[in-house]
Each structure stands twice: as C-alpha cells, then as structure tokens.
C-alpha cells in the first residue's frame, strides 16, 4: 500500500516555473515506477512522465519533454515535477501516480493516486 500527497501547486506567469512534490508513504515506495498525470477542466486525464523505481531511466510525453524534469529521492520517500516554461495550456490539476507497469502512459495502469494539486498559468 502506498499513500501519495501532492503539494507545490499554485499560480504562475507563462515562462514561469514551478515545483511539485509527492510525498509518499509505506514501505514499497522504493519498488514502483511513478508518474506524473494532469487533467484539464473538460479533458480525460493524461500522461506527463514517468521515472523508473531506481531513477536511472524516465519519459515524457511530447508536449512537456525539454520543459518539465522528472526525479526521485527514494531516501526521502519523494518523487518530484520540475516544470519550466509554463504555458497556459499547462493549467491542469496534477496527479502523483505509482505504475503499475513501466512503459504505460495510461492512467488505467496506475496503482495508486495522489489527491491532485492545482497548477494556474496565466497568459
């Protein structure tokens, strides 16, 4: 069982950066691949990235690679979103996820979420 609790989330310029933090608690965390997801007000959920259970391999999807950076500290419990560059179209609620299997870009294979943080990009 892993509990995931986003924070970091908030209101920022385009061009700006931004932050989040997944806290993550239980035991297993060290053994999942996770993942960032985001859901716009009127869209499905869809993938951003994900960082393998070591931190030795990650993937984008096409519209934030070369903007946003994935990482983890498995000492901390803690996976973490570097966003830069942010564009309006990045507002969207984010959300934490542990994979169920590396590779997906699905939020149907995730095991476990986190509650979501809001991210606000003003034009």
């Known amino acids: 069982q892993v509990q995931l609790v986003e924070s970091g989330g908030g209101l920022v310029q385009a061009g700006g950066s931004l932050r989040l933090s997944c806290a993550a608690s239980?035991?297993?965390?060290?053994?999942?691949?996770m993942g960032w997801f985001r859901q716009a007000p009127g869209k499905e959920r869809e993938f951003v990235a994900a960082?393998?259970?070591?931190?030795?391999?990650?993937y984008y999807a096409d519209s934030v690679k070369g903007r946003f950076t994935i990482s983890r500290d498995n000492a901390k419990n803690t996976v973490y979103l570097q966003m830069n560059s942010l564009k309006p179209e990045d507002t969207a609620v984010y959300y934490c996820?542990?994979?169920?299997?590396?590779?997906?870009?699905?939020?149907?294979?995730?095991?476990?979420w986190g509650q979501g943080t809001q991210v606000t990009v003003s034009s």
């Open positions: 960082i393998s259970w070591s931190g030795d391999s990650t």
């Open positions: 239980g035991r297993a965390f060290s053994i999942y691949d």
């Open positions: 996820a542990a994979l169920r299997r590396w590779g997906t870009r699905t939020p149907r294979e995730v095991g476990y």
